[in-house]
């Protein structure tokens, strides 16, 4: 079958795309990846056939950058999506109010640039099954134009399939009048000018592949999961030679993630102040601190070394304890083994899945706010010397690899396709 990818230039999402797509492609599928131009070296670079549509937007992004815009949304989940954790904001009003703005400033300027140009591959190529992110909107419009089965596959917590139920139990007990739906009203004008009418899978999917085991996800009443296990991929790395062989003392990592950076203005802990804390303990600290960063910093620990970048896949293994944003990449690559973790979280999904981690008993959590030196000192050493961590990180690992892996998933991909090709359900 031909399976057409669809992602917006986000290199983060992006990646824990990538394995399902090498997975179907060794499959003996046909598989293509739909993005914006600029985008498609990062797909290339992948070993994927990348297929440029529409054009940049990446002065739409870079303004909002430069406007502090990402960091002004940067702390909690943006509106209305914020309905998620915060029970208070469950009402019709909130959520109707808030989804016409999402749909206005959002998801239409993310979807605008690729809709023409992806609809008109689509319709060439004509894909048997589309797989999108829950951001990249313009997919499903495609996938209705053709008639293609279509799924979303998720990058951390179900937030948007989440509120979009919340959404419509609060629309049905609202008056005739009074049930407007700003995302149908605007994905079912494309879903008309292709020849078909809007239908709820527009929004969540046909169905939803979730790479992250039950102990951490939150799943939206009446939407179908199938789960995947997550495969680390992080682009090009080099394995460094310090890596090769176990270290002498117990290993403790630290990262905050590459966002942090790329992104965002930097990290939301005090780095010399957490670094100084392990400073005096037993270990060997490698922290993974970019170079604006790293500028930043007074002194560093005689115990701790400092690199850009490294594997996360090849770190993790030979830790004893892992300290990390709650990113759910990170999560999920450390969660592939037995390593607790102590999770610093900001904002968006993380301090859902770092009390989810800490509930399951795997790992300890603290919000950015509350990451003295000295509460991260005590965490670590509660990780390193409680071997109840470990026995749970055990667990989580068990739970992970137990998941059908990319490959063992494609079959379940292939009769998914089947039933849904050519549905309007």
Same mark, same amino acid.
């Given at each position: ?115 023409? @140009? ?14 999108? @992110?829950?951001? /990249? ?42 049930? !407007? @739906? ?27 592949? @979730? ?6 996800? /939150? ?35 630290? =990262? ?61 293994? =030979?830790? !004893? ?36 981690? /800490? ?18 000192? /005590? ?47």
């Amino acid at each position: 079958m031909r399976v057409l990818f669809a992602a917006n230039p986000h290199k983060s999402i992006f990646q824990y795309m990538v394995p399902l797509a090498w997975a179907l492609r060794t499959a003996g599928h046909e598989v293509r990846f739909a993005s914006q131009p600029s985008f498609a070296p990062t797909i290339t670079q992948a070993g994927l056939t990348a297929v440029p549509v529409g054009r940049d937007h990446a002065k739409l992004w870079a303004a909002r950058a430069t406007g502090n815009g990402f960091d002004q949304g940067r702390a909690g989940i943006e509106e209305p999506y914020d309905a998620f954790t915060e029970p208070e904001k469950d009402t019709w009003d909130y959520l109707a109010t808030g989804m016409a703005h999402a749909v206005a400033d959002r998801h239409r300027q993310a979807a605008f640039p690729m809709i023409a @140009d992806l609809v008109e591959f689509a319709l060439h190529w004509k894909p048997d099954l589309v797989i999108w @992110d829950p951001l /990249t909107l313009a997919a499903p419009i495609a996938a209705k134009a053709v008639g293609a089965a279509h799924a979303r596959l998720l990058f951390g917590i179900d937030i948007h399939g989440g509120v979009r139920r919340q959404f419509l139990r609060l629309k049905a007990q609202q008056p005739e009048g009074r049930r !407007s @739906d700003p995302l149908a009203q605007w994905l079912g004008g494309y879903a008309r000018k292709y020849g078909g009418e809007f239908t709820e899978d527009m929004v969540t999917g046909h169905f939803t592949i @979730d790479q992250f085991p039950g102990s951490l996800q /939150t799943e939206a009443c009446g939407l179908h999961y199938e789960r995947m296990q997550f495969i680390p991929y992080g682009g090009p790395a080099t394995v460094a030679k310090w890596l090769w062989k176990q270290p002498e003392k117990p290993r403790v990592a630290l =990262t905050m993630g590459l966002s942090a950076t790329d992104v965002y203005s930097g990290y939301t802990i005090p780095t010399q102040e957490v670094l100084d804390s392990l400073a005096d303990l037993d270990i060997e600290l490698v922290a993974t601190i970019a170079d604006a960063e790293k500028a930043k910093l007074r002194r560093i620990p005689d115990n701790a070394r400092l690199v850009p970048y490294v594997p996360l896949h090849h770190l993790a293994p =030979t830790c !004893s304890a892992f300290i990390h944003h709650a990113g759910a990449a990170t999560l999920a690559t450390v969660a592939r083994h037995p390593v607790p973790h102590l999770s610093l979280h900001y904002h968006w999904d993380q301090p859902i899945l770092a009390r989810k981690l /800490t509930e399951h008993g795997a790992g300890l959590d603290l919000h950015t706010t509350e990451a003295t030196g000295g509460a991260v000192r /005590t965490a670590v050493q509660r990780l390193l010397g409680e071997p109840h961590f470990r026995s749970r990180a055990t667990a989580l690992r068990d739970e992970t690899l137990a998941l059908p892996t990319p490959n063992q998933l494609v079959p379940r991909l292939e009769e998914l396709t089947a039933r849904h090709r050519g549905t309007t359900a």
